[in-house]
């Protein structure tokens, strides 16, 4: 079974720039949470979908992150424009065949952004 | 609110002891307690989950053990070999739709 894909692996960009990530979950997987690990710390939830509806995004920061997921399939996530403290990884994950509470969560590579 | 805390955040073992980390939530509601293991610029990956109608999980070394009156579930790894350094995080779940929130990692060192 394939795992979770992401790409790219690395970015580095300028502050003020844009970039995007692009996510492909485990096949047949309807739950997709997309979170920020920072260095030193522990995964925080940006946003989960369950297909192409989003279950919660209270911590994403709206005004320059975007996610989507149209044909709840695979998802991108966006920011724009960039800051320094959004260097960080990007770690997909996706979750079960039918979403739930108990569901494992498996982790893509992540991305690591660099912005400078 | 949503939260959990972790200890110890660093954690140094000699080959073959145990070592024991430790997790509190501050929902009564969270009924999943995964355990990851995430080596240096990995992915996090589970290495055993507990649920809320249970009281203790094993798998070999491993061991998760849940205390729902207080709130708090540990793992613990026996024999630890130098293979077992990495940085743990726990999680629980705060939402039906499975939203892990997760601790603030502990780096475990296994000295050969």
Not at chain 1, 60 to 80: C, H, M, N, Y
Not at chain 2, 7 to 33: M, R
Request: glycine share 10%.
């Amino acid at each position: 079974e394939a795992g979770v894909a992401q790409s790219p692996r690395y970015k580095i960009i300028e502050k003020r720039q844009s970039v995007a990530f692009w996510c492909n979950p485990i096949s047949g997987h309807a739950t997709l949470y997309w979170y920020q690990q920072i260095l030193g710390q522990g995964p925080k939830l940006l946003i989960q979908f369950q297909n192409n509806g989003v279950v919660d995004d209270s911590q994403l920061p709206k005004d320059r992150f975007s996610a989507e997921r149209l044909k709840g399939v695979d998802s991108t996530l966006k920011i724009q424009p960039a800051k320094l403290e959004d260097s960080a990884v990007y770690l997909c994950a996706s979750g079960g065949p039918s979403g739930g509470s108990y569901n494992e969560q498996f982790f893509g590579p992540g991305t690591r952004l660099t912005v400078l | 609110g949503e939260n959990v805390e972790q200890h110890p955040s660093t954690l140094s073992v000699q080959e073959g002891d145990s070592a024991v980390i430790k997790c509190t939530y501050s929902d009564s509601a969270s009924n999943y307690f995964p355990w990851y293991k995430q080596e240096l610029g990995k992915r996090p990956q589970l290495i055993i989950d507990i649920r809320s109608n249970v009281g203790e999980k094993k798998d070999q070394r491993i061991a998760v053990t849940l205390n729902k009156t207080a709130k708090h579930f540990s793992l613990h790894i026996t024999e630890t070999q130098p293979e077992d350094s990495a940085v743990y995080f726990c999680a629980g779940n705060y939402n039906q739709g499975g939203k892990l929130i997760f601790g603030q990692g502990t780096e475990l060192s296994v000295k050969p």
